[in-house]
């Protein structure tokens, strides 16, 4: 069965520190992959997907980047943190098959706060 | 512009009566539409997906209704439960590829 990690589970970081936080898929290849953020009250936005490994596609301009360097291994990163970047990070995957329409799974979710 | 409406305030509903949660959008052409349960501090988890020429959809309790005319979806849960309390998001399916969210309706089932 497939499983989706995503590490750390919480992390506290001052404004202008540098951020990387992981997710990783078990037990499927080629997944599409997902980043996602919720806010306090607000719903999911999502920050990047991914088709493949090296292909990134972003969705709203920001200080965040992402990165696909192996096919079930999906990265974001910040190089200077700021205080707006507080939030639930989620990082979900579906079913790397085009044309067909079906359900992401999410991963556990990281809480960052940035002081 | 783009909006996807969800009930902000929570609905709190006795155990054994049937939930309804609206979701409402505008200036979207979605051809598939899905709905979430969200658990606090944890991912959201897919419950059904409705297509475009769907009117209805069913699962166990659950019931989801699609009107493209209306730009509406409901979401009914029959003979609620306590356990059934959540964040429930909609969301609609813009390409094969993207899910954009409603900021979700929160049910709260009392015994």
């Known amino acids: 069965s497939q499983t989706i990690h995503q590490w750390p589970a919480t992390l506290v970081q001052p404004v202008g520190s540098p951020l990387s936080l992981e997710c990783t898929v078990e037990?499927?290849?080629?997944?599409?992959l997902y980043w996602y953020r919720q806010a306090a009250g607000r719903g999911l936005q999502l920050l990047f997907y991914?088709?493949?490994?090296?292909?990134i596609s972003s969705e709203v301009p920001q200080n965040l980047s992402a990165s696909r360097p192996q096919d079930r291994q999906f990265i974001l990163s910040s190089k200077k943190l700021l205080l707006s970047d507080s939030g639930f990070y989620l990082c979900?995957?579906?079913?790397?098959?085009?044309?067909?329409?079906?359900?992401?799974?999410f991963g556990p979710g990281t809480r960052l706060t940035v002081t | 512009s783009q909006k996807i409406e969800q009930n902000s305030e929570a609905l709190n509903i006795q155990e054994g009566k049937t939930a309804t949660l609206t979701c409402n959008y505008t200036?979207?052409?979605?051809?598939?539409l899905q709905w979430y349960r969200q658990d606090p501090g944890r991912g959201p988890v897919f419950l059904l997906l409705?297509?475009?020429?769907?009117k209805e959809k069913r699962k166990e309790r659950l019931k989801v209704t699609f009107d493209t005319t209306l730009k509406q979806s409901l979401f009914h849960i029959t003979a609620s439960q306590p356990a059934d309390s959540a964040t429930y998001l909609c969301?609609?399916?813009?390409?094969?590829?993207?899910?954009?969210f409603g900021t979700g309706t929160r049910l709260l089932v009392s015994p």
């Open positions: 979900a995957w579906r079913a790397g098959q085009a044309q067909l329409i079906d359900e992401q799974y």
């Open positions: 037990g499927t290849s080629n997944p599409n």
């Open positions: 991914s088709v493949g490994i090296g292909q």
């Open positions: 200036n979207y052409s979605p051809a598939y």
């Open positions: 409705i297509r475009e020429n769907e």
């Open positions: 969301a609609l399916v813009l390409g094969f590829q993207k899910l954009v």
